[in-house]
């Protein structure tokens, strides 16, 4: 079992930043691959970013790259979402997860609650 905790989200204007955490307890964090998602209101869950269980092989969704980058700290057990030059479509809940790493949902385990993140006009 992993259990996940998001944090950061908050109320941003555009072009500001965010970063988001994500702390992990339970299963081994540091042998296990992770990722973001996020959901706006009214669509589905969406593919944000992912990374590695080293931190070696990241992915990111066309939306997300150039501006979000996303790291780990396995001495720490957390998972980071550094956004960047966000623009009001970021707005949705974002979520992490725990699982096999890839661009797929469905491919995760485990989840965190979700932080909401808006972006401001």
């Known amino acids: 079992q992993v259990q996940l905790v998001e944090s950061g989200g908050g109320l941003v204007q555009a072009g500001g930043s965010l970063r988001l955490s994500c702390a992990a307890s339970?299963?081994?964090?540091?042998?296990?691959?992770m990722g973001w998602f996020r959901q706006a209101p009214g669509k589905k869950r969406e593919f944000v970013a992912a990374i590695s269980w080293s931190g070696e092989s990241t992915y990111y969704a066309d939306s997300a790259k150039g501006r979000f980058t996303i790291s780990r700290d396995n001495a720490k057990n957390t998972m980071y979402l550094q956004m960047n030059n966000v623009k009001p479509e970021d707005t949705a809940v974002y979520y992490c997860?725990?699982?096999?790493?890839?661009?797929?949902?469905?491919?995760?385990?485990?989840w965190g609650q979700g932080t909401q993140v808006t972006v401001s006009s």
């Open positions: 339970g299963r081994t964090f540091s042998h296990i691959d």
């Open positions: 997860a725990a699982g096999r790493l890839t661009t797929t949902s469905g491919s995760y385990d485990y």
